[in-house]
Each structure stands twice: as C-alpha cells, then as structure tokens.
C-alpha cells in the first residue's frame, strides 16, 4: 500500500510540474460556450449573467492566463469549477480558484484519489452518479458513467449547448492512459463511454486535442474496445515488463509510449483477474 501511495504522489509531481509551457488559445465552441486549449487538459468556459462556469483548470502557472482570457468574455467573477478527474493537468489551479472564492465539483473517487496523492486544491464539493450546476439561466450537468481512464472521471454535459466536455476518457489526439493505480478499467472503458453517448449533444470537447463531434467520441469506443483486446494479447504473450512492447498498433491511427506504457502492468493485472 505504501509503495501504491508513493506511485501517486510521483504522478502528481509529474503532473504538477508539467511539461514546457505552451501559449493558450481559446476558440468557441458554441453560442455559449468556449475553450482554452493547450499545456494541459482543455477548459471549458460558459459565461453566465451571474458569473462563469469552468471545467477543469490546468496547471497552477497558467491560472493567471486563464483568468485573463475569462475577462476577454465576461466582467463575472468564476463562480464554479467542474473538475472530469483528479490529474493536476486538469486541478493544478484548484487552488488559486478556492482563494478567489469560486466553488469546485469533482466526482467523490476523484477528490479520494487527490487526498491519496496529497494534492493541493480539494474540492469542496462531491457528487456520486450525477450534479448540476444552474447559474445565469444556464445549465451544466456532471456524469459519472463508470470506470475508464481512472474510477473518479465526470463526463460534463452543457444540454442547452449540445456539448459534453469529456475529460481524458476521449483525447482527440494521442494514446489514452489508463490510471490502474487510480482505479482506472481497461476492462470497462469503452462500455463507459458507450453509456454517454445516450446523451443529446453534437460537438464533444476531449481531455486534450482539437474539439470534435460525436461521431468521433463513438468511434473512439470502438478504438477503446480494440485496444483492449490487444491489451490482452500483449499481456498473455510473454513476461508483464515487456507486454508495451508486444502491443499492436496497426491501424488504430496511433502510437503507445509514455503515460500509456507505464499503465501497462496495471492493465495486465487487471486482464488476469
């Protein structure tokens, strides 16, 4: 157990420092609705008469520029921030966002996992299955639908905008990472993304990468389907340290490395279960 909570507190720290910053953009996403991309996971911003809605706040350093892109939209204050996960890409500004008296959502396996972690930026608030926010004649819905990328991660949905904002359980641009030391399923992921596309949206806002359609987020089910099917492959052909480099690729339009390889022990554990 010991050595389990070590490996979460050094994801933190990696995640917490991050990597080279790069320059946000924000583009708009619907008649309401906005995004912050870039050096990090993506932010959602809906501006509102009675103040903004975030979803998710990056890393700490790039709380002040998210803060100045807000005011290029509204002289509101950030009254709530929804949190998909815990992962400091997506919480590292939590804390200055409690400082400046805006209130935080995350779904109640995450907050554990950041209490694990000892990250900063708790949130004071939890939900189970489902939360919404209602600010400005404005709607936002927090979903959990189950186990993926990590067992804490909210799918966020804007109903009168058509928009769900998914956290990384879809990234429109590279390989996913399954957090089995954060309760992550590559057993359950797909099924859980299949249950949010019950859901009436058209454009879909991913962890990282360019904002897509829901067509993409259902093909990314089928990906997730197929990548657990090698998974399992690569993990029964040879010793568990070597089953990354067993893992076929071909034609899922990506590669594995990096944060995908290191969940790899996790996810042969859990396919020998």
Request: charged share 20%; net charge neutral.
């Amino acid at each position: 157990m010991a050595g389990v909570a070590l490996g979460v507190a050094g994801l933190w720290l990696a995640w917490s420092q991050g990597p080279p910053r790069q320059p946000l953009t924000m583009e708009k996403v619907s008649a309401n609705l906005w995004v912050i991309l870039g050096n990090g996971g993506n932010v959602a911003v809906m501006p509102t008469s009675e103040g903004v809605i975030l979803v998710d706040d990056k890393f700490a350093q790039d709380g002040p520029e998210i803060v100045a892109k807000v005011k290029t939209l509204s002289d509101k204050p950030i009254r709530y921030v929804l949190n998909t996960h815990q992962h400091g890409d997506h919480t590292g500004g939590n804390e200055a966002m409690l400082a400046a008296h805006a209130e935080i959502l995350i779904q109640k396996n995450a907050r554990a996992n950041m209490v694990t972690g000892k990250q900063p930026g708790l949130p004071r608030i939890t939900f189970s299955d489902e939360s919404q926010v209602f600010l400005g004649g404005q709607e936002v819905v927090a979903r959990y639908f189950g186990r993926g990328h990590t067992n804490g991660d909210a799918m966020i949905y804007f109903p009168g905008e058509r928009v769900l904002h998914t956290g990384d359980l879809f990234v429109s641009s590279g390989a996913p990472f399954c957090d089995t030391n954060n309760g992550g399923s590559i057993k359950d992921w797909d099924a859980t993304v299949q249950k949010a596309l019950a859901l009436d949206f058209d454009t879909v806002i991913p962890g990282h990468g360019a904002v897509a359609k829901k067509a993409d987020l259902a093909k990314w089910a089928q990906t997730m389907a197929a990548i657990r099917g090698r998974v399992r492959t690569a993990c029964a052909g040879g010793p568990v340290e070597e089953a990354a480099k067993r893992m076929d690729w071909s034609g899922l339009g990506m590669n594995g490395g990096g944060l995908f390889d290191r969940g790899m022990p996790g996810m042969c554990k859990e396919m020998a279960q």
